[in-house]
Nanobody, 123 residues
Framework: QVQLVESGGGSVQAGGSLRLSCTASGFTYNNKCVGWFRQAPGKERQAVAIIDRSSAPQYADFVKGRFTISRDNAKTSLYLEMNHLEPEDTAMYYC?????????????????WGQGTQVTVSS
């Protein structure tokens, strides 16, 4: 059974930090491109950061310099270190995976999804 389980969300004040984690099971992890996506109420889901199977990251412009994505294939886990959080970062954050030899940034490509973890940033 394929599972992606996120954790680490919460409520913080602007300028604060959070570290999201996602643990995968039920599929081969190390040949997947994996990423973090978010969706705020009334808005479309958007890519935050992805990391391909060679561990090369890509970031959305709005998080560059603030967020860091990483993966641990031995632990079948994905992480998102979020610093200098802003109220605009408030959203449900999802991890996702897709079998791909190339990095894929658009959420439409992703086949496996977690249930999400809520991040709320207050001003």
């Amino acid at each position: 059974q394929v599972q992606l389980v996120e954790s680490g969300g919460g409520s913080v004040q602007a300028g604060g930090s959070l570290r999201l984690s996602c643990t995968a099971s039920g599929f081969t992890y190390n040949n997947k491109c994996v990423g973090w996506f978010r969706q705020a109420p009334g808005k479309e889901r958007q890519a935050v950061a992805i990391i391909d199977r060679s561990s090369a990251p890509q970031y959305a412009d709005f998080v560059k310099g603030r967020f860091t994505i990483s993966r641990d294939n031995a632990k079948t886990s994905l992480y998102l270190e979020m610093n200098h959080l802003e109220p605009e970062d408030t959203a449900m954050y999802y991890c996702a995976a897709v079998h791909s030899p190339v990095p894929l940034f658009h959420d439409n490509w992703y086949t496996y999804w977690g249930q999400g973890t809520q991040v709320t940033v207050s001003s």
